[in-house]
């Protein structure tokens, strides 16, 4: 997880970035997640990898736009994208990848991040006025009603 939502998104940007940069125009969609807003327990390396990666995005877009090239992070959330059977988590409540790649594909060029689907937005923008501590424990504990059993850091290593 580390390599490819840290590692490999930074290659990428450079690499894509400085060519887009050369032309003159183009644009990067970075995958975040509404993980990447803080903490969460039980999926601790997630979420600090998606951190990663909309902080990366947020840069990204003041220091390409001069340049023509606009970047965007994406941070949706919960998807029916396979990933979470694949991790053995339970999904409830999700967005279809459908549903979520017109709004990204729409946000492009004209803000430096999008929550795409009314869930994306409900699940972060509810949690707004609440101190950050608390934030990270709801999220913990709805993380620990999907995992089975519970994977932060500890499962992330293996």
Request: glycine share 10%.
């Amino acid at each position: 997880m580390l390599m490819v939502n840290c590692r490999a998104m930074l290659c990428a940007c450079s690499h894509f970035g400085r060519r887009f940069r050369q032309r003159g125009r183009g644009g990067l969609v970075l995958l975040s997640s509404i993980a990447a807003f803080q903490g969460m327990p039980y999926a601790a390396h997630d979420a600090a990898t998606k951190a990663h990666v909309q902080s990366l995005a947020e840069a990204l877009q003041l220091e390409l736009q001069q340049d023509g090239v606009d970047v965007l992070a994406a941070a949706p959330g919960p998807t029916h994208s396979g990933f979470a059977a694949r991790a053995g988590q339970r999904l409830g409540t999700a967005l279809q990848p459908d549903a979520i790649a017109q709004p990204i594909l729409d946000a492009l060029g004209r803000q430096a991040t999008v929550l795409p689907g009314f869930l994306s937005k409900l699940l972060t923008m509810s949690l707004v006025p609440l101190a950050r501590w608390v934030q990270v424990r709801i999220k913990g504990n709805v993380m620990l009603g999907m995992s089975q059993p519970p994977v932060g850091i500890a499962g992330a290593a293996g």
